[in-house]
């Protein structure tokens, strides 16, 4: 069982749509949670963290976790063809440790 | 405010031979995380350095290995490179006594022929 799972799509959305990525984890002592975009040839980039259950809301993207289901997902609102891009789910066990990542969801918004 | 940078952006090598990338973190951080990313895969971690130390290793052989300076930049050496070495290499910068908010760099593409 990989550490790290997400569905490698590509997950495909009409513009203004709402994209929901999920991403779930095999450690239950992992403590911090994070989601990376990362456009073609680029590197990732930090997008959002959370850090307890429930949700976290950051303009148009929303995490939100469940320890007790090891789930993570990102929402995100208001669909725009530019965020269209690989969306990197990332685990650490404790904080200040190394980043376990999943193999990413490919996103398209389709004007 | 600096961002994390990288150099070179891009290389190429051949098999055996070796390697050196270089990371310098961002403004106020510590601590630099080394991963290599495969085409269609997530990064991997191949270590971490804090104050001038090797704090953690990801399951990578020997060949890879690296150094802190006292400036918090940070060296990655592959030796003996292999054609399956070929992939994006991250650098990634935090400051410890937080949460460990990771931010990359833009990364090297290193290509071995």
Redesign the interface.
């Known amino acids: 069982q990989k550490e790290v799972e997400q569905n490698s799509g590509p997950l495909s959305v009409p513009e203004g749509a709402i994209a929901s990525l999920n991403c779930t984890y095999s450690d239950r002592g992992s403590q911090s949670f994070f989601w990376y975009r990362q456009y073609s040839g680029k590197s990732p980039e930090l997008i959002m963290s959370i850090y307890s259950n429930g949700d976290k809301e950051d303009g148009r993207f929303t995490a939100q976790l469940n320890k007790a289901s090891q789930y993570v997902s990102l929402l995100i609102r208001d669909s725009q063809p530019s965020d269209s891009a690989t969306y990197l789910c990332a685990v650490a066990m404790e904080y200040g440790n190394k980043l376990v990542f999943g193999a990413g969801t490919i996103l398209r918004v389709k004007s | 405010d600096a961002g994390v940078t990288q150099s070179p952006t891009h290389l190429i090598k051949t098999r055996g031979q070796q390697v050196t990338l270089r990371c310098s973190p961002k403004s106020g951080h510590d601590?630099v995380?080394w991963?290599q990313q495969a085409l269609?895969?997530?990064?991997?971690?191949i270590f971490?350095y804090?104050e001038e130390e090797e704090r953690?290793r990801?399951n990578f052989p020997d060949r890879f290995s690296g150094h802190q300076f006292p400036n918090y930049s940070s060296e990655l050496n592959v030796n003996a490179l292999l054609l399956g070495d070929s992939a994006?290499y991250?650098c990634?910068s935090?400051l410890?006594?937080?949460?460990?908010?990771?931010?990359?760099?833009?990364?090297t593409r290193l290509t071995v022929l």
């Open positions: 601590t995380s991963y269609g895969q997530g990064p991997q971690f971490q804090y953690q990801g994006l991250l990634a935090s410890r006594q937080t949460y460990n908010e990771q931010f990359f760099g833009p990364g």
